[in-house]
């Protein structure tokens, strides 16, 4: 441990830290950075009501940290990823957990299509389409016979189906990143189909016209591998991978289900977790 026992000024004044300031007044009413002895600049800066922490030449993932007696961190201040991390887990402290749903109710599934996209439902894991509609939620089927070949469909303009299709829509008020997107499913019959899930990101029209609610410009944010599902015997977990973090103020995210036969009705669970950046 350095100290200045036994020595002079000369051979320590460098390690000593300082307020930035031109006068001997110390700290006072403004924030100044702390510099050491030979006036190279801290990240931290003091004054006599304000503490603030600046990289001076990087980002980094612990810009600031707290840690416990053993070395783990319990807060830290991520400036390369804007985040600021919380808990044994070291979640962001601004998490949230969005969830889309419905269940396997025979007259909500009438009338489904094989190898078609249908958004489900927003916040309502157990919710259902309206019924004999399930029509109405259709984002796009596949253009040839291999299933799950093409995405769901980029835009949506609505026709007579206003009422029912926002069921579906997370209207997203400030800019947020998702974290991970995982979800369950279950058939109701004994024989499944092949499925498979989207998480979709689009621009919305609001201008309350007679296009208001259209949706443009849609990109996959989350998606998987197909999945077999054999039936009622058993549910279906899947963990997504990300393709596109990151989601504007004013968008509107669906998620999207689609099977390539109609063997059963499905009943369907999907949880995003997300902060606000």
Do not use: C
């Amino acid at each position: 441990m350095a100290t200045k026992t036994g020595k002079s000024p000369s051979e320590y004044y460098g390690n000593d830290l300082v307020v930035h300031q031109t006068t001997n007044a110390g700290v006072d009413g403004t924030t100044r950075v702390i510099t050491d002895g030979f006036g190279n600049s801290t990240s931290s800066s003091i004054s006599d009501d304000v503490f603030k922490i600046t990289p001076v030449n990087d980002n980094t993932t612990g810009t600031f940290v707290a840690q416990n007696s053993g070395g783990s961190n319990i807060l830290a201040v991520d400036t390369t990823n804007s985040k600021v991390l919380a808990g044994a887990s070291q979640t962001a402290v601004n998490t949230n957990y969005s969830h889309f749903g419905i269940a396997s109710t025979d007259a909500v599934w009438a009338g489904s299509l094989a190898d078609t996209h249908y958004a489900i439902p927003f916040s309502n894991a157990t919710g259902a389409f309206m019924t004999n509609a399930v029509a109405n939620f259709a984002m796009g089927g596949s253009t040839t016979s291999s299933f799950n070949d093409t995405n769901p469909k980029t835009s949506l303009a609505i026709a007579t189906t206003a009422m029912d299709v926002i069921q579906a829509y997370w209207y997203v008020m400030d800019n947020i990143t998702i974290d991970a997107v995982k979800w369950l499913h279950a058939g109701d019959a004994a024989t499944g189909d092949t499925t498979a899930g989207h998480l979709m990101g689009y621009d919305i029209d609001i201008d309350n016209g007679s296009t208001g609610g259209d949706l443009s410009s849609g990109v996959v944010l989350a998606d998987g591998a197909n999945i077999t599902n054999a039936g009622y015997e058993q549910a279906y977990y899947q963990a997504m991978t990300i393709q596109s973090a990151d989601v504007d103020a004013g968008k509107v995210i669906l998620f999207t289900f689609a099977s390539d036969t109609v063997n059963s009705d499905y009943t369907v669970n999907a949880t995003v977790k997300y902060h606000i950046r």
